[in-house]
C-alpha cells in the first residue's frame, strides 16, 4: 500500500485498490473513514446531522464452517450486493470487517430515522441465500450513531456505533441500537465507578458484611454469607448489584474477591467453630484457573478451616465453560470445601446440570419464597426442588424470607436451611460477633434454666 501513495504519481486504479474490498468490490474501512472525514468538513457549517451504522452479520462463522469458505465468500458478495442496492444516491455503505459493514446516510438526520432504516436493512438481508444447491438465511445486528456537532471526529462517531452495535448485539440478534446521550451518560457512570473501585481495592476498602443462615426448625444459625459493601467518598453506598458486574466486566473481580474473602476469613475465625463461612464467586471466577489456588493460599495464610468454608455459584456460572467450572470446583472440593447453587429457579435453570455436576446445597431464589403465601405456582415449584433435593442428597436454603408466615409454610414442606431479614441483615464483623456472642449468651442462659 505504501508503494501505491509513494511513488510520485498514484495511478488512479492503484490508489482504488487500496480503497477496495477485493472480495465484494465495496469500499474497505479506509474508503468509509475518508467518506466520513470529507463529510464532517462538509458539515463544518451546516447544522444539518448525518448517520453512521455498522452492521454486523449474527452466526455467520457457524454458517462459513458449515457450508464452506467458498459459500460464505458468496454470501458475503450477496449480502454486499442486496446492500449496495438499498443505498440511495446520497449514501455509502462499505465493508469494513470479515462480516462487517458500515454505511453512511448523509440525509437521514433522526434517531428515529435511523432506527427505521436500519431496520430495513436487516430485514433485506433476512431473505434466504443461494449457496448452491441449498439455501442459508441470516440476520444481522445494527449500531447506529449520529453526528449533531463540529467537535466529533469520525474515530468518534464509528466508535459510538461500535458501542451502540455491542449493546445490539448483547440484547439478541436482528437489532438496532442507536447511541444516545443517555448512554454515554451511562458509560461515563460506569468507567467513574471503575476508577473509584480500582482505587479501593487496592486501598483495601471494600468490606464483607455477614448475613445469618440458620436452621429454620431450631432457629439456630448454622453460619452466615459474605457480601461485599463498599462506600465510596464520592459516589455514596454503591449496592454489589451495580459494583459486581463492572468488577466483572472490567477484570477487577480476582482482587476485590480475594480482598474480601481475606477479610472475612480473619473475622470468622473468632466464631464458634461449628459455624459455616458461605463465599460467592462470579462467573467469570469460574473460567480463571488461578481461582482455586488464589482461594486455598487465603486460606492457608488466614489459617481458616477448608472444611468450613462453602463456596456459593450461580447456573450462568457454570455455563460459560463447564469443563473449566468443573475443574476449579473439584479443585476446592478436594480440601472439603463445599459448593451450592446460588439463585436456583431464576437463571437458565437445566435439570441436566444438577446430574452433571454434584452440588452439596441449592439455595431457592427469593423469587418464589417472596410469593409462596398467595401463589399457587410457587408453593408447588418449592415443593418439587425440595423433593430434588431430598433425592439428590442436597442441603436446601430458602433465600429472602421476610415473614414469620413464610417461615411456617417453609417448615411445613420439609425445608430445613433458612435465610433473610427475618433472621437478620447483612451486618458488618463487629456487629456479627456482638450478634454471636448475645446468642451465645443467650443459649447460656437457657440451659442454666
Ligand atoms: P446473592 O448471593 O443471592 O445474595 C443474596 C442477596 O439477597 C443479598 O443482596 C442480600 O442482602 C439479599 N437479601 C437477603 N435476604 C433478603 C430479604 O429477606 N429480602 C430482600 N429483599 N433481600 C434479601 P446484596 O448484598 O445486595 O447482593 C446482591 C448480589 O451481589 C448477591 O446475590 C451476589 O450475587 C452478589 N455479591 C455480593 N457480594 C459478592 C461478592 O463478594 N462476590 C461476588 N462474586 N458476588 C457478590
Ligand atoms: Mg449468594
Ligand atoms: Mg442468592
Known amino acids: 500500500m505504501q508503494t501505491t501513495f509513494g511513488s510520485g504519481q498514484p495511478g488512479r486504479e492503484n490508489t482504488d485498490l487500496a480503497f477496495t474490498d477485493p472480495l465484494t468490490g465495496l469500499g474497505n474501512h479506509r474508503r468509509f473513514f475518508d467518506k466520513v472525514d470529507r463529510l464532517i468538513s462538509d458539515r463544518a457549517d451546516d447544522p444539518a446531522p448525518f448517520t453512521v451504522g455498522i452492521l454486523d452479520l449474527d452466526g455467520f462463522k457457524p454458517i462459513n464452517d458449515l457450508f464452506g469458505h467458498k459459500a460464505g465468500d458468496d454470501i458475503l458478495i450477496q449480502v454486499a450486493m442486496r446492500l449496495r442496492a438499498s443505498m440511495d444516491g446520497y449514501s455509502t455503505v462499505c465493508r469494513i470487517g470479515a462480516d462487517e459493514f458500515a454505511y453512511l446516510y448523509p440525509m437521514v438526520f433522526s434517531e428515529e430515522q435511523a432506527a427505521e432504516k436500519s431496520r430495513m436493512l436487516i430485514e433485506i438481508l433476512s431473505a434466504p441465500y443461494d449457496v448452491g444447491e441449498r439455501t442459508a438465511r441470516l440476520s444481522a445486528s445494527v449500531g447506529c450513531s449520529l453526528f449533531y456537532s463540529g467537535d466529533e471526529t469520525t474515530e468518534i462517531l464509528i466508535n459510538k456505533a461500535e458501542t451502540a452495535l455491542y449493546h445490539a448485539k448483547r440484547s439478541g440478534r436482528g437489532r438496532v441500537v442507536v447511541y444516545t446521550r443517555e448512554m454515554e451518560e451511562a458509560a461515563k457512570r460506569v468507567t467513574r465507578i471503575e476508577q473509584a473501585l480500582r482505587r479501593a481495592v487496592s486501598a483495601g476498602e471494600v468490606e464483607p458484611h455477614f448475613q445469618p443462615i440458620v436452621d429454620l426448625n431450631t432457629r439456630r444459625t448454622i453460619g452466615f454469607e459474605t457480601l461485599a459493601r463498599w462506600s465510596d467518598r464520592d459516589l455514596g453506598m454503591v449496592p454489589p448489584s451495580v459494583f459486581i458486574p463492572i468488577a466483572e466486566e472490567r477484570g477487577i473481580i480476582g482482587p476485590l474477591s480475594q480482598l474480601v474473602l ?188
Open 262 to 449: 481475606r477479610k472475612a476469613t480473619e473475622a470468622a475465625r473468632s466464631w464458634p467453630k461449628d459455624l459455616f463461612l458461605s463465599f460467592n464467586l462470579s462467573p467469570s471466577q469460574l473460567v480463571d484457573q488461578n481461582t482455586g489456588l488464589h482461594i486455598l493460599a487465603i486460606l492457608d495464610r488466614t489459617g481458616f478451616d477448608p472444611r468450613r468454608l462453602e463456596i456459593e455459584i450461580t447456573e450462568t456460572g457454570l455455563m460459560t465453560d463447564p469443563a473449566s467450572a468443573e475443574k476449579i470446583v473439584e479443585d476446592l472440593r478436594r480440601v472439603g470445601i463445599r459448593v451450592s447453587l446460588d439463585d436456583f429457579g431464576t437463571g437458565q435453570s437445566s435439570l441436566g446440570r444438577l446430574r452433571e455436576f454434584h452440588f452439596d446445597k441449592l439455595k431457592i431464589d427469593r423469587a418464589f419464597v417472596s410469593s409462596i403465601l398467595d401463589d399457587r405456582p410457587s408453593e408447588h415449584i418449592i415443593r418439587a426442588i425440595l423433593a430434588m433435593c431430598e433425592g439428590l442428597g442436597m442441603d436446601v436454603v430458602a433465600e429472602g424470607i421476610e415473614e414469620e408466615a413464610q417461615a411456617d409454610r417453609l417448615v411445613q414442606f420439609g425445608c430445613a436451611g433458612g435465610q433473610g431479614y427475618l433472621f437478620g441483615k447483612p451486618a458488618d464483623a463487629d456487629a456479627t460477633l456482638g450478634y454471636l456472642r448475645d446468642s451465645y449468651r443467650g443459649a447460656l442462659r437457657a440451659k442454666a434454666i
